[in-house]
C-alpha cells in the first residue's frame, strides 16, 4: 500500500453546474467522499499485479518503450478506471525519470490489463546509478511519487498524491537452459584486439512471457582484479516463447604482465582443482562501443557481477576414446628393473613419443606448446590414501604443435621410479594382486604438475596444477602370442586402449631368439629338469631386468611344466639368457599326446600360465603371483617367420636328412641330438607319410628294443633302442616301410626318383630321455625326403 495519499482540491476536474452538484465545502461532498474511501483503499490493497507477460521493446538515451500484460488476482468484483495517472521515479532523492498511463481499467480479477508505454528519462546520470547499484546490490530501491485521477471510482472524487518507496531483494535469476552452442568458430588469433577471439550462437530456452530486444553489449571478464577477457552479446531479441538465438564473442586477451599471468594460472589451478574459477563480469568502457545507451553502458561498467565458472558448464559433448585421441605411440626406449632387493622400488628407463589429436570442428587456430610438463604424482588406494609415489621428476615432457590441435608428446625419462610409501607395502600388493588375478586395475592418481605453455596469448606457467583420476579398468582374461602386426608397425595393444607402435621393422631389424643349448640337468619317470640356453639378438632399445621369475604351465588342466628365469637381463644387441624348465612327464595322459601335436602341426595351442607360492623373491609379486592366472593362446606356424610374426624364433634342427630307397622300400633318418647331460634313445616309431596332405605314400612301424639289429645287439645297448648321441649325426639302420598301392602315390614318388619329396608324416615315437619315457605324437609338415634308387 502507498506510503500516504494526499488529496488537493486545487487540482479538482471541472465540476457541473450548482444546480447539479453539492459545492465542495458543503457537508454533503465531504460526506460524500468519506463514502468511496473505503472502496479506494480496498482497491489499492487489492491491486497486487501480477506480471503476465512482459516485452521490452526499445531503449535509447531519451526512453525506454516497454509492454506489459497485468492480472489482478485479489480485485473485487467492481471494475474500475483510471483516466490518467503520472508517476516520477527518483533515486537517492534524484529523479530518474517519468511516465504517463491513460485510461487505465481493471474489469476484474480474471481480466488481463495490456499496457504499451514509454517511460521518460529525466536524469541519466540517476538512471545509470540506479540500474548500477541494482546489478552490484541485487536490491531494488526507488520511490515513485504519482498524480492518480480516481473519477472513475466516483464521478466527483478528485486527483490524489500517491508516494510509495521500494526496497526488496531480487528473486534469484529465471532459469536459463543452455540448448546448444552452434556455429562455433575459433577461437584464433584476432588481429584487431589482439589475443584469441571465438565466435557462436548460442540457444538458450527462457522462461515464457519475457520477450525483449536489447542491443549488442560489451563485457569485460576479471579474476583477481585482472581483465583476462572481453566478450560481446548480442544484439539480441529474445521471443516470448521458444528458444532464442545469442551471437557471442569472446576474446582473450593477449597476456600483458606478471600479474596477468598469475591470474591466468590461479585460475586455471581452480577449475583444475574442480572449485570453478570466481569471476567478475562488468560492462566495458562506455567509449569500447556504441551500439547501446550511454547511460547503460556507463552503468553496466561501473557494475561488477561475480560468477562462478566450471568446465562441467560447457557443452564440451562426448569425447572421442583415447584410441581415436592418441597415434602413432612410438617407444624408442623402454628398460624396466625389478630386483627382490628393490621388491617395493621398481623403475623403468623410458624414451618416447606420440600424436594426440583432437576434435577441431571450430576450426581452431591457436598456438599451444608445451615447454615443459613435470609431474609430481601418487597413488591411491579405495579410501584415497597414498601408498605409492610416482618419481617422474629426473625429466620433464614436451608437447609441440605440428597444426591445429595436434600435438606431439615426448618424454625422455632416464629413472622413472615407483617407491612405496612406507608402511603401505600391503596395499600396494593389495593392488598388484588385484589387477593380476581379477584383472581389475582400480587405482587413483593424485598430484600435481608444473607446466610450462608457449600460447597464442604469451607464455603461461602454470606450476602445482592439481591433477587427479581415478582409473578403473577391466583387463581382458586372455591373450595371444605374438600378436599380429601392421605392415608399418609393431602393434602390442597397449592397455587395450591405443596402439603402441615401433616404427617400420626392416628384415634385419627383426629380433632374433635363438636356442643355443639344451642341456638335461636331472631326470626321473616323471621329471626332465633342463637348461635352455637362449641367443637372444635385440635390436630396439627394449629391455629388462628381473632378479627371478617362474610360472606353471597347463595344457587342459595338466600341469606340463614350470618355466622360470634367474638374473634375467635384456638390452639392446646381443644378449644370453638361461631359461630353467622342469618338464613333468605324463606318458600315458592322451592331452600330453594332444599338446606335441598341437605344437608341431602348426595349430594355434591355448595353455595357461599359473603362479605359485615363492615362484619369485619379489615379495609384491610373488604375494599377487600365488593366485594369478592366464590363458595365452600362441600360434606355432608364425615362430621364425619374419612376415608374420614380429619376432624370428629359431630351434635346432634334429632331423638333419631323410632318404626313401626304392629298392626294398625302405628309408633311413640321419639324426642330429641338440640335448646334452643324458642319453637320448629312440626306442619305437610308427609314421605315415602324405603327399599333399592327402595322398597316402605308406607307412613305417618299426620297434628299436626288439627287432634284431646288429649294430645295437653289438653294442650292447639293443634294449634301449637306438641311441642319439649329442651333438653328432647318427643314421638309422634302413627302416622297411609299406608302400601304398595306390597308383597316384607310385606316380608321385616314381616322380622324385632323383629329387627331394616334401612329404607330411604323422609320427608316434617312444623316446628314452635319461630315466623318463617320453611318448611323443608329432606331424611335420613339409620335411624334405631324399628318392634314391
Given amino acids: 500500500m502507498p506510503d500516504n495519499i494526499n488529496i488537493s ?46 516485452s521490452l521493446i526499445d531503449m535509447s538515451d531519451e526512453s525506454i518503450v516497454f ?17 490518467y495517472a503520472n508517476a516520477t521515479v527518483f533515486h537517492d532523492g534524484d529523479a530518474v525519470g517519468w511516465i504517463r498511463i491513460n485510461n487505465l481499467e481493471v474489469a476484474s480479477s480474471q481480466a488481463n490489463l495490456s499496457i504499451h508505454e514509454v517511460f521518460h528519462i529525466s536524469d ?38 500517491v508516494r510509495h518507496s521500494l526496497n526488496v531483494a531480487l528473486p534469484p535469476p529465471p532459469a536459463i537452459q543452455l540448448v546448444a552452442v552452434n556455429d562455433l568458430k575459433g577461437p584464433s588469433p584476432d588481429a584487431a584486439q589482439g589475443g584469441v577471439t571465438a ?46 538465438s545469442i551471437p557471442a564473442s569472446v576474446n582473450l586477451r593477449q597476456i600483458a604482465d606478471p600479474q596477468h599471468e598469475d591470474a591466468l594460472a590461479d585460475m586455471v589451478r581452480g577449475i583444475a582443482a574442480g572449485k570453478g574459477a570466481k569471476l567478475s563480469i562488468m560492462g566495458a568502457p562506455s567509449k569500447d562501443y556504441q551500439t547501446a545507451p550511454l547511460w547503460l553502458r556507463r552503468a553496466l561498467h561501473t557494475a561488477v557481477v561475480p560468477i562462478n565458472a566450471s568446465l562441467a558448464q560447457l557443452p564440451l559433448g562426448q569425447l572421442p576414446s583415447l584410441g581415436v585421441l592418441v597415434n602413432d605411440v612410438v617407444v624408442n626406449r623402454l628398460y624396466a628393473f625389478w630386483s627382490a632387493k628393490d621388491s617395493f622400488n621398481p623403475r623403468a628407463s623410458l ?8 576434435p577441431n570442428p571450430a576450426d581452431t587456430d591457436v598456438t599451444l606448446d608445451v615447454e615443459s610438463l613435470v609431474g609430481r604424482l601418487e597413488l591411491l588406494d579405495d579410501e584415497l590414501r597414498a601408498f605409492a609415489i610416482v618419481d617422474t621428476t629426473a625429466a620433464p615432457m614436451f608437447v609441440s604443435q605440428s597444426a591445429p590441435l595436434v600435438f606431439n608428446v615426448s618424454c625422455d625419462f632416464d629413472n622413472l621410479g615407483l617407491g612405496v610409501v612406507a608402511g603401505r607395502e600391503q596395499e600396494f600388493t593389495y593392488t598388484m594382486k588385484k ?7 582400480a587405482v587413483g592418481v593424485n598430484g600435481s604438475l608444473d607446466i610450462s605453455l608457449l600460447t597464442s596469448i604469451g607464455r603461461l606457467r602454470v606450476n602445482r596444477l592439481p591433477v587427479f583420476a581415478s582409473i578403473d579398468y577391466r583387463l581382458e582374461s586372455s591373450s595371444s602370442l605374438p600378436t599380429q602386426a601392421a605392415d608399418d608397425a609393431l602393434d602390442t595393444d597397449f592397455l587395450a586402449e591405443f596402439p603402441v607402435r615401433q616404427r617400420k621393422l ?34 630396439f632399445s627394449y629391455g629388462a631386468y628381473m632378479s627371478d621369475l617362474a610360472l606353471m604351465i597347463r595344457y587342459s588342466g595338466l600341469h606340463i611344466a614350470t618355466v622360470g628365469v634367474k638374473e634375467l637381463s635384456l638390452e639392446r644387441g646381443p644378449n644370453n639368457a638361461t631359461v630353467y624348465i622342469d618338464f613333468y612327464n605324463h606318458p600315458s595322459d592322451p592331452r600330453q ?16 600360465l599359473a603362479g605359485f607360492p615363492n615362484c619369485t623373491s619379489i615379495a609384491p609379486l610373488e604375494a599377487s603371483l600365488r593366485n594369478f592366472s592366464q590363458r595365452v593362446s600362441i600360434d606355432p606356424s608364425r615362430a621364425g617367420n619374419r612376415r608374420s610374426g614380429p619376432v624370428s624364433f629359431k630351434l635346432p634342427c634334429a632331423l638333419h636328412e631323410v632318404i626313401f630307397h626304392i629298392f626294398g622300400i625302405s628309408a633311413e633318418a640321419t639324426i642330429v641330438n641338440p640335448v646334452s647331460g643324458a642319453d637320448v634313445w629312440l626306442q619305437s616309431i610308427e609314421a605315415i607319410g602324405y603327399y599333399k596332405g592327402d595322398i597316402p605314400l605308406g607307412t613305417l612301424q618299426y620297434n628299436f628294443t626288439s627287432d634284431a639289429l646288429d649294430s645295437l645287439a653289438s653294442s650292447g645297448n639293443a634294449s634301449k633302442g637306438f641311441l642319439m648321441p649329442f651333438n653328432r649325426a647318427a643314421t638309422t639302420p634302413r627302416l622297411p616301410i609299406t608302400a601304398n598301392e595306390t597308383s597316384i602315390g607310385w606316380d608321385v614318388v616314381r616322380r622324385a626318383i632323383g629329387g627331394t619329396l616334401d612329404v607330411d608324416v604323422l609320427t608316434s615315437l617312444q623316446v628314452l630321455v635319461g630315466n623318463a619315457p617320453l611318448n611323443l605324437t608329432i606331424l611335420g609338415r613339409g620335411a624334405p625326403v631324399k628318392v634314391r634308387f
Avoid at 509492454?67 to 483516466?83: E, K, N, T, Y
Avoid at 624414451?351 to 583432437?358: E, Q
Avoid at 589387477?435 to 586395475?441: E, F, K, P, S, T
Fill in 435 to 441: 589387477a593380476l588375478v581379477d584383472r581389475h586395475l
Fill in 199 to 244: 565466435r557462436a550462437t548460442i540457444l538458450v530456452a527462457l522462461p515464457n512471457g519475457l520477450s525483449a530486444n536489447i542491443d549488442a553489449l560489451r563485457f569485460d571478464v576479471g579474476y583477481n582484479g585482472v581483465t583476462i577477457a572481453s566478450a560481446d552479446i548480442g544484439p539480441v531479441s529474445v521471443a516470448a516463447t521458444g528458444a532464442t
Fill in 593 to 608: 599326446q594332444m599338446l606335441f601335436l598341437e605344437a608341431s602341426s602348426g595349430r594355434r595351442v591355448d595353455i595357461e
Fill in 124 to 161: 541519466k546520470l540517476a538512471l545509470e546509478r540506479l540500474v548500477s547499484d541494482v546489478a552490484i546490490s541485487r536490491r531494488v530501491a526507488f520511490s515513485i511519487r504519482a498524480t492518480v485521477d480516481l473519477s472513475g471510482f466516483g464521478r466527483y472524487l478528485p486527483v490524489v498524491f
Fill in 9 to 54: 482540491n486545487d487540482t479538482l476536474p471541472p465540476l457541473p453546474s450548482p444546480e447539479q452538484q453539492p459545492l465542495q465545502s458543503s457537508p454533503a461532498y465531504v460526506l460524500y467522499i468519506a463514502c468511496h474511501v473505503p472502496s479506494i483503499i480496498l482497491a489499492i490493497r487489492g491491486s497486487g499485479p501480477e506480471l503476465v507477460s512482459g
Fill in 351 to 358: 624414451a618416447g613419443h606420440a600424436s594426440v589429436r583432437l
Fill in 67 to 83: 509492454s506489459a500484460c497485468l492480472r489482478f488476482p485479489r480485485w473485487g468484483s467492481r471494475p474500475a478506471l483510471v483516466p
Fill in 506 to 539: 626392416e628384415p634385419s631389424k627383426t629380433p632374433e631368439i635363438r636356442v643355443s643349448r639344451i642341456h638335461i640337468t636331472n631326470t626321473t619317470k616323471r621329471l626332465v629338469a633342463a637348461e635352455i640356453g637362449l641367443d637372444v639378438d635385440n635390436p
